[in-house]
């Protein structure tokens, strides 16, 4: 496999896809299977009510457990996500959010984790999120 | 209840949360429980391999589901989105999404829908969506 | 593939898994990606209320869906369910319940299917089911 | 609100349904939001390839995460799931499961609880569930 560092999983998460790398997502661990996304808090994340829209979540979930699986499987850019829940707990502040995964199942074909978000100060969780990965046949694994 | 019409609804699908705004969804049909958006295609969506980003798609499923709970409750800004479910069925061509929202359960607590998108112009399926809304108490409903 | 009938798919659907085994489900349609399942009611299947327990329509969800997956792949019975998503609608009459599965994505390596239950007689749905199954490598199919 | 001991609850497990009662669920923890449950291995669980059949598991899901309610809120006999999501992550030995429940959010109206499994003697977890309840309005809570 390629391993891929933190720096070079930051730069895919913020130029490789526009919707999402206008997030400006900053990676903060990055260890095999364990991974740390912070959501910096701007006007574009706003929704009525000063909180956070959920679309945002939805899409800081997706590049923690996109960088989850390339923390293990280093850089198979063709893994993608086939299914993904989202519970939506409490309502997040007007503040960054930290977004920690953990993997569930790594197997040959199919990769499982889990995404915990709360708000930066906070420990109180405001986001679960549970993602499903097909890794591609023949990754070039050793 | 206050009615909202398909215009109303399309005003505040691009400018009430300006993440999804963005996207400048276009609300084509909107009557009591059956509600049709376009997500029309742009650079802002893609993703390598020439498709459509996931996190595209599901604030694009979150906004349909956002017009059906309208479409039936009225203007219930109050509604929030308390879990979803998407399964990524193929990979979107790089044209515009059609999403077609129906509703599964209309509580007075509780409302759950599902959304299945597909590329303008072919039948298949590209992505499903359930979805759950919580109803805020006491809406003032007649 | 080795085709399965819809006699041979109710008689592992009995016999195969005791715990699922004893609902005496009944296959009433059985072609390719189109599966109706009958519940028959019966007291084993009571909770408080007077109403079906939830996990009695979780082992419906689950045996129609490898049906459908199966009227569609035939007798791959390496295929196994990687996740399932439940949304329970309303309180099910002590009746028989019908659970209508169809296909959403029949992949290579994944299939993804829906199934939509109600009470015999009625046409509000109770339950809602979204799964994924994992089909084998190399199932031998031609 | 109406206190519900351990024991209590475990009576409730094995009689209230008799569709999960016949599993023999043993509650081995029962405190405030922190609930394990013993599914003990028999010969009803069997699926071919000498694992536990996907249903034994839902149900078994389904009632640590009621455990896991009552333990936060008493005798609320009205609570009923409105979701649940299952990831099957790995085959399970012919063994014990043990479930494991913690609470996500608890709210006035939603409850969101997570549960994890594993066989007794090894640390992998096989199936992981995040859950949905509603709390009846007025449940007397002080």
């Given at each position: 496999?390629?391993?891929?560092?933190?720096?070079?999983?930051?730069?895919?998460?913020?130029?490789?896809?526009?919707?999402?790398?206008?997030?400006?997502?900053?990676?903060?661990?990055?260890?095999?299977?364990?991974?740390?996304?912070?959501?910096?808090?701007?006007?574009?994340?706003?929704?009525?009510?000063?909180?956070?829209?959920?679309?945002?979540?939805?899409?800081?979930?997706?590049?923690?457990?996109?960088?989850?699986?390339?923390?293990?499987?280093?850089?198979?850019?063709?893994?993608?996500t086939?299914?993904?829940?989202?519970h939506?707990?409490?309502?997040?502040?007007?503040?960054?959010?930290?977004?920690?995964?953990?993997?569930?199942?790594?197997?040959r074909?199919?990769?499982?984790?889990?995404?915990?978000?709360?708000?930066?100060?906070?420990?109180?969780?405001?986001c679960?999120?549970?993602?499903?990965?097909?890794?591609?046949?023949?990754?070039?694994?050793?």
């Open positions: 496999m390629t391993p891929i560092t933190a720096e070079e999983f930051q730069e895919l998460a913020r130029h490789g896809v526009p919707y999402v790398g206008q997030l400006g997502c900053v990676v903060e661990r990055f260890a095999a299977g364990d991974v740390l996304v912070r959501l910096p808090y701007s006007d574009l994340l706003q929704r009525p009510g000063g909180t956070i829209c959920g679309p945002a979540l939805m899409a800081l979930a997706d590049i923690t457990l996109y960088g989850l699986v390339m923390s293990l499987l280093g850089r198979v850019e063709l893994a993608v086939t299914s993904l829940t989202v939506f707990l409490t309502r997040p502040a007007p503040q960054d959010v930290l977004a920690e995964g953990r993997i569930l199942k790594l197997g074909r199919l990769a499982v984790g889990e995404v915990l978000m709360r708000s930066d100060g906070s420990p109180e969780p405001i679960q999120v549970t993602g499903t990965y097909a890794i591609p046949p023949d990754p070039g694994l050793k």
